[in-house]
């Protein structure tokens, strides 16, 4: 079983929908986060959580909201999907300090 | 304002040759950095990293270099194999206050290892 699990692995979704993305954990670690790729953007943060109680916007946060129900879970939702939230998602965990994130499969996500 | 910059968007080199990936930066308050490894439907998995403090970090096959007064660091990979074949980023770490590091990714290099 891998590390960290995010569902779905894919969506397609249409305009104005609410949709959730869930990512669950097994290594114990405090720190989660999520991330968008686009196509030659790179990987770009858009909310981070240190724990249960603390939640951070990272630099692209507009149109979204997350909840850490659990140590283990951080969710990302779209209240209201738009076309240009098109992208691979992924969730990160990390010990924290100077040390490497761990990622999830990735969940591809299409607006239409 | 990009502060991770990769920029050769692909790289084409033939098997057994090295491998050189190129990253610029420009916050100098980064003082730790990473390569991943990207494989198409996967999610990115840790390479190799490398603290400010050092200037040369060597696992296996792979080797990053650093040059602080350049603000620069380099992948090599060799001999280069057909399986290395996959987007890699440059992503560099700083503190950003209450004891949080936050990471800050390139736009990737595909790298394409020629049998």
New interface residues.
Partial sequence: DADVTQTPRNRITKTGKRIMLECSQTKGHDRMYWYRQDPGLGLRLIYYSFDVKDINKGEISDGYSVSRQAQAKFSLSLESAIPNQTALYFCATGEGGNTEAFFGQGTRLTVV | DQQ?K?NS?SLSVQEGRISILNCDYTNSMF??F?W?KKYP??????LI?I?SIKDKNEDGRFTVFLNKSAKHLSLHIVPSQPGDSAVY?C?A?AYSGA?????T????TKLSVIP
């Fill in positions: 991770v990769q968007p003082d730790y990473l991943y439907a996967e999610g990115p998995t840790f990293s603290s980023f992503a770490s004891g949080s590091y936050q990471l990714f390139g736009k990737g």
